[in-house]
């Protein structure tokens, strides 16, 4: 029973357009979320993170938000770049938890 | 800094072999974490540590074992090479607890 779920294994998106990566939950115990970018031959780095107890997240480029009662969260970037090309991961956790949940992950290519 | 390391870049082992595969980090974290992730999935924890001499399982423990006996060193140890455990392994390590994982550059594995 796969507990974080990235339904779209890729995405395809014109450089200057807005990107948009979809998670979904089934552990409504998850409070904490993240997103962490991963380029070939290299290790995840960290996105950006919600708590249940926001809706939303910014962070320049980037924002996330956060539906709890549908148990879904998507990953917005505005404009897309093509260094923005890249596996998209969505994790989740309890915030008082040290173990993540990571989804399969979506491949995002942002052409130029 | 150097972040976190690991050691080798990339093996070829035959069934039944054993190897450690070397994560270091220089961050001073008290939390670290090995990872799996097979072809088009997401990470899946092994093991992860909260301190030196305290480990305790992720979701995939079985075929691994480690240890944790200074802060900086977190070997992974695979007893029996199966073709099961072909993947690629990423060490992380987190300050604490609720903060985010840095990742290393990851461990191709080959199993034949």
């Known amino acids: 029973d796969q507990q974080v779920k990235q339904n779209s294994p890729s995405l395809s998106v014109q450089e200057g357009r807005i990107s948009i990566l979809n998670c979904d939950y089934t552990n409504s115990m998850f409070d904490y979320f993240l997103w962490y970018k991963k380029y070939p031959a290299e290790g995840p780095t960290f996105l950006i993170s919600?708590?249940?107890?926001?809706d939303k997240n910014e962070d320049g480029r980037f924002t996330v938000f956060l539906n709890k009662s549908a148990k879904h969260l998507s990953l917005h970037i505005v404009p897309s770049q093509p260094g923005d090309s890249a596996v998209y991961f969505c994790a989740a956790r309890l915030i008082s938890g040290s173990k993540s949940t990571f989804g399969d992950g979506t491949t995002l290519t942002v052409k130029p | 800094n150097a972040g976190v390391t690991q050691t080798p870049k990339f093996r070829i082992l035959k069934i039944g072999q054993s190897m450690t595969l070397q994560c270091t980090q220089d961050m001073n974290h008290n939390y670290m974490y090995w990872y799996r992730q097979d072809p088009g999935m997401g990470l899946k924890l092994i093991y992860y540590?909260?301190?030196?001499?305290?480990?305790d399982k992720g979701e995939v423990p079985n075929g691994y074992n480690v240890s944790r006996s200074t802060t900086e060193d977190f070997p992974l140890r695979l007893e029996l090479a199966a073709p099961s455990q072909t993947s690629v392994y990423f060490c992380?390590?987190?300050?604490?607890?609720?903060?985010?994982?840095?990742f290393g550059p990851g461990t191709r594995l080959l199993v034949l």
């Open positions: 540590s909260v301190g030196a001499g305290i480990t």
């Open positions: 992380a390590s987190s300050p604490t607890v609720a903060e985010t994982q840095y």
């Open positions: 919600i708590s249940s107890i926001k």
